[in-house]
């Protein structure tokens, strides 16, 4: 089976009403980013933090799969089919997904700051207080700005066995997941789906202007 490999970004759970702070200067549900999904803006604030991150979970729970989700996970009756996101929802998983990377975290997992290497599933409020079984507080399980992002070597791997790369909801301009589309084959086709492209210079690229759901329909055809 041919390996379809799709990077996703907030263009593609937008469409199931998750919000989105890339349009808006900077700012998340009216926060400055920087306070709300950094290292220092948790040493400086964390109640801030774990209240601002509570509220993306709480609203996680009342979203739904989109077409689009359902249209990749449909992908794996004819193709080995790998999902890389940008996003921390589990829309992907939800929508039938069988095997997702995710490179900046999970919003439904959360991790100890004493030991990064464990890591739990949360779906309830996460407060000041609450700790991990040696002491430390729990913070959210999310990449934040500045931070390492332990997935992008996993990333690329996957990249590098790609026979057909698919990009969808994404301005291509978060470093280092922008950089995942230099290691798939220079001869293979790459799709990209976003109702505002980037420029992207590729020999084979396709850009389908339109939104995720809209543009899954485009490629299933052409596919």
């Known amino acids: ?47 801030l933090v774990l209240d601002f991150y509570n509220q993306r979970r709480r609203q996680l729970m009342e979203v739904k799969p989109n077409e689009a989700h359902k249209a990749i996970a449909n992908l794996e009756s004819k193709y080995r089919v790998t ?22 975290g999970e919003l439904l997992k959360i991790r100890s700051t004493g030991n990064p290497s464990d890591i739990k599933y949360w779906t309830k409020d996460l407060k000041l207080g609450d700790t991990c079984n040696k002491g430390y507080q729990l913070r959210p399980h999310i990449v934040w ?59 084979n690229i396709k850009v389908i202007a339109k939104t995720a759901t809209e543009g899954m329909i485009d490629l299933m055809e052409i596919l």
Not at 186 to 203: C, E, F, G, L, Q
Request: with cysteine; aromatic share 6%.
């Open 1 to 47: 089976m041919k390996h379809i490999v799709v990077l996703t970004g907030a263009g593609m759970s937008a469409e199931s009403g998750v919000k989105t702070f890339r349009d808006h200067d900077g700012l998340w549900e009216g926060h400055d980013v920087m306070k709300v999904a950094s290292p220092q803006g948790f040493r400086s604030n964390p109640k």
């Open 83 to 104: 999902v890389v996101t940008q996003n921390v929802d589990d829309l992907h998983e939800r929508g039938g997904s069988s095997n997702v990377v995710h490179l900046h």
């Open 145 to 203: 700005f500045g931070e390492d992002v332990p997935m992008i070597e996993k990333a690329v791997e996957i990249c590098l066995t790609a026979d057909i790369l698919l990009i969808i909801g994404t301005s291509m301009q978060v470093y280092p997941a922008n950089g995942l589309i230099h290691y798939v084959s220079s001869d293979i086709p790459i799709y990209y789906i976003d109702p505002r492209p980037a420029t992207v210079n590729h020999p």
